[in-house]
């Protein structure tokens, strides 16, 4: 038996769907602030309704939010993380002398999205990847300040799946009328897409070279050229884990032993 809560959780996704499913939903998204909509569903979105900077009366947080939805494509997972990515700011929002923060909302906004897209009914597993994304939103911010090659690492390792969505929010998520500004951003992804394909190809590279070269594998046996060299480097080659250079020393030595049994 459907209960009332349910009726009006299916209506409303199937509203906020179709909204997102619209080439520029802008419209539409304003009067569902304004019709009490979310309001009632995601109260969040409505008091991002806010100044952003005292300075810049005009950038409030909500026409922003508007702005970045609009402009991203067409699906629904990434149009969600979107319209969410900044859903954490009217609980952080703070005035200090270095004018108004909102630290660490993108870990509150992840929170928000779990609750009220899982008080709609959405699935489970598509919860956890729009509030992923949104906890993830902010991440690239640090990346002008230089990242080593570990830090694009774990950027790709915590994205996971979701990487392309998630560069796809940041390139996005820039709605500055500077022509160079925005330029800048879009070179700033450009290079760490860059980056991410070229260290996925040292490191498959890096994963196809054994641990130890053949001459290595000559003084650690005592051994001459020839066709023992070649099977230790493939034994070390066929080892179904990832191993340092202690543990190759270790099978090696094993290998040989067993061998010469």
């Not at 020839?226 to 179904?240: I, R, T, Y």
Request: proline share 5%.
């Amino acid at each position: 038996m459907l209960t009332t809560a349910t009726v009006l959780s299916s209506d409303a996704r199937r509203r906020l769907g179709d909204t997102l499913d619209r080439a520029d939903p802008t419209d539409e998204l304003f009067e569902m602030v304004d019709d009490g909509f979310f309001g009632y569903w995601i109260p969040e979105i409505v008091e991002m309704r806010m100044e952003q900077d005292p300075v810049h009366r005009h950038k409030d947080v909500l026409a922003h939010t508007v702005a970045v939805t609009a402009s991203t494509p067409t699906q629904p997972r990434l149009r969600l993380a979107a319209l969410l990515h900044d859903v954490g700011k009217p609980a952080t929002r703070r005035f200090g002398p270095d004018g108004v923060t909102f630290r660490h909302h993108e870990a509150v906004g992840a929170r928000i999205t779990r609750r009220r897209l899982g008080d709609m009914g959405f699935d489970a597993g598509f919860v956890t990847d729009v509030a992923r994304l949104v906890e993830l939103s902010g991440r690239f911010k640090g990346y002008d300040r230089g990242w080593t090659d570990s830090a694009v690492r774990r950027y790709v390792v915590d994205a996971g799946p979701l990487l392309g969505d998630l560069n796809l929010l940041v390139r996005h998520d820039c709605t500055t009328r500077h022509a160079r500004k925005a330029a800048a951003l879009q070179a700033s992804v450009d290079e760490l897409e860059s980056r991410i394909r070229r260290l996925a190809a040292d490191d498959a590279e890096a994963r196809r070279r054994p641990p130890l070269s053949g001459h290595e594998i000559m003084q650690l046996l005592d051994i001459a050229p020839g066709p023992e060299v070649g099977e230790a480097v493939s034994m070390l080659l066929a080892a179904d884990r990832s191993i340092d250079r202690d543990e190759a020393t270790r099978l090696v030595r094993e290998w040989w032993a067993e061998r010469a049994c």
